[in-house]
């Protein structure tokens, strides 16, 4: 096939939630990649996000500039606007984790749904002198396979694909593609949409299964996991995921969604097992010494059968495929988390001082 065509030169972008896991990911690929690129990384440092995910290259990079503040604020977002003139913006913030949804569901819809708003409104007026089609100016919107609810045995979620939200997390997340569709549609803001997978790898706050089951196998400590496990994910490396994005960001159509997955489904019982058999592998341990640490437990409220999605457009028209398999990607991430002890120490230290959830 074909080089996909170029439609979007970002110059100066908005990287919203840059301190965050994928953000972080996100900005470690893509400013070595774009050097004439000003990438400007607003984040407001909840417990998820850490600037510790950033000091390695990034924060001295010389077009790069970290503002630590809160998108819901609307003065902070249109004075950045006017600031820095920005010809894109990337959006990652967003309060993620279902089971704190079902804690605070409010706070999720006063990040995920008014924080969105916030951005787009600033966007349009920044950008309101641009003629529809106009790809000088483009806002990705960054987004969950979640928003699409719940799968059988069969079948894959789609870009077409009805939404059915089941938490609060993923209806707020619904709601802020429906915003972004619309300021589309009503003001001819020029948006690209992306639904992921479950991403995995570096820098992740040890809050979700892989990290979690991970650590605890390291410390021979319980690995919980929901119900009986049967639950089933699919899976993206967050590298291969921040590649997609650079692509749908540079190449995709405005007004189009993308649906990014890692073709890699599996339940969360054999997950928990094949993070527990490499972490042994990779202290010397005797096969099996961290499967025997796995315990279930009670399972998560309203907790979603399957995920699944097929991303045949983004492979179809952007050329992108993800280049690691499951078992590659979990090697690399429990190798990362294994040899970054200063990391996950960091992270328990602030929230031993109560500075993390």
Request: hydrophobic content about 35%.
């Amino acid at each position: 096939m074909d080089a996909p065509v170029s439609r979007h030169a970002p110059e100066r972008v908005l990287v919203t939630g840059g301190a965050g896991f994928i953000g972080s990911n996100y900005l470690r690929w893509m400013i070595p990649r774009h050097t004439d690129v000003r990438f400007v990384n607003l984040d407001l440092l909840t417990y998820a996000g850490n600037r510790d995910n950033l000091r390695d290259g990034i924060e001295n990079a010389p077009d790069y500039r970290f503002v630590q503040g809160d998108i819901v604020d609307g003065d902070l977002v249109r004075r950045l606007f006017e600031e820095e003139r920005f010809t894109t913006v990337v959006h990652f913030a967003a309060e993620s984790h279902v089971d704190l949804s079902i804690v605070d569901p409010l706070g999720f819809v006063r990040t995920n749904v008014v924080g969105t708003a916030v951005l787009l409104d600033a966007a349009r007026r920044a950008w309101k002198e641009a003629p529809q089609g106009d790809d000088r100016y483009r806002f990705h919107h960054v987004s969950t396979d979640e928003v699409f609810g719940s799968l059988g045995p069969e079948g894959a979620f789609r870009e077409e694909t009805p939404y059915d939200p089941r938490s609060a997390y993923s209806a707020s997340k619904a709601a802020a593609d429906h915003l972004v569709r619309a300021y589309a549609h009503t003001f001819g803001l020029p948006v690209v949409i992306t639904n992921c997978s479950n991403n995995y790898g570096p820098f992740q706050y040890p809050e979700k299964l892989i990290p979690v089951a991970l650590l605890a196998a390291k410390e021979k400590r319980e690995i919980p996991v929901y119900g009986r496990g049967e639950n089933v994910r699919d899976w993206l490396y967050v590298e291969d995921h921040c590649e997609a994005l650079e692509r749908v960001l540079l190449q995709g159509v405005s007004g189009r969604t993308y649906a990014i997955g890692g073709r890699s489904e599996r339940r969360n019982l054999d997950l928990a097992r094949t993070i527990a058999d490499f972490v042994d592998a990779e202290l010397g341990r005797t096969p099996g010494t961290a499967r025997n640490l796995i315990r279930f437990v009670a399972d998560r409220p309203g907790h979603d059968h399957r995920y699944a999605i097929d991303c045949a457009r983004a492979e179809r028209e952007l050329g992108w495929r993800p280049r690691r398999t499951l078992e590659q990607g979990l090697r690399e991430t429990v190798r990362w988390y294994l040899r970054n002890d200063a990391w996950v120490e960091g992270i328990r230290r602030r929230k031993e001082k109560g500075l993390l959830k």
